[in-house]
């Protein structure tokens, strides 16, 4: 089975402090994205990747920046965390065919204080 | 704008009993694709079933069924017999026009529907 594994299940961090969130895929996936979940808001695409050292952003970027060193390897990297920013945020993977399905890990609830 | 949207914020069920979750959505793509994925408590989002917009049969998994009604727009997901593991939020998911590579995993979510099942 698929394992994406996000380093932490829950974080508190205080205004201003640089974050990074990590999430590491086991299944050679090109793909990688990271979504945050907010109550009535659903998942919304932060930033993807489709390869090494390659970034897209997707509907809501700002404030955030991504790194992806390593295949399997996508960081999520909050340059000077805000209060707007305590949320889910959610990793995940997938080959990138047409019809594949996301494989997720298991979410970081970060809050900012 | 939210292209998804899951009218119904929570619902009660009974166990043995079916369940039917709403979900329509907004595009002018020809190719697209439909998800269903359930996320419980401990907060991992799973895959329960897809539909493509070009398949002539509704996609069937499990007890999962996807009534897709294409001219209405609507990807309404069936649980058939509930039990209390399913028990979760369930979120609809569009895949816009993924017959382009840079549309392929960017998933759009619905705002989910919260589904208890009582004994």
């Known amino acids: 089975d698929v394992k994406v594994t996000q380093s932490s299940r829950y974080l508190v961090k205080r205004t201003g402090e640089k974050v990074f969130l990590e999430c590491v895929q086991d299944m050679d996936h090109e793909n990688m994205f990271w979504y945050r979940q907010d109550p009535g808001l659903g998942l919304r695409l932060i930033y993807f990747?489709?390869?090494?050292?390659?970034?897209e952003k997707g509907d809501i970027p700002e404030g955030y920046s991504v790194s992806r060193e390593k295949k399997e390897r996508f960081s999520l990297i909050l340059e000077s965390a805000s209060t707007n920013q305590t949320s889910m945020y959610l990793c995940?993977?997938?080959?990138?065919?047409?019809?594949?399905?996301?494989?997720f890990g298991s979410g970081t609830q970060l809050s900012v204080l | 704008a939210q292209k998804i949207t899951q009218t119904q914020p929570g619902m009660f069920v009974q166990e043995k009993e079916a369940v039917t979750l709403d979900c329509t959505y907004d595009t002018s793509d020809q190719s697209y694709g439909l998800f269903w994925y359930k996320q419980p408590s401990s907060g991992e989002m799973i895959f329960l079933i897809y539909?493509?917009?070009?398949?002539?049969q509704n996609a069937t998994e499990g007890r999962y069924s996807l009534n897709f009604q294409k001219a209405r727009k609507s990807a309404n997901l069936v649980i058939s017999a509930s039990q209390l593991g399913d028990s979760a939020m369930y979120f609809c998911?569009?895949?816009?026009?993924?017959?382009?590579?840079?549309?392929?995993?960017?998933?759009?979510f619905g705002a989910g529907t919260q589904v208890v099942v009582t004994p």
């Open positions: 990747s489709y390869d090494v050292k390659m970034k």
């Open positions: 998911a569009m895949r816009p026009n993924f017959m382009t590579t840079d549309s392929w995993g960017k998933l759009q």
């Open positions: 995940a993977s997938s080959l990138g065919e047409s019809g594949e399905k996301l494989f």
């Open positions: 539909q493509g917009s070009y398949d002539e």
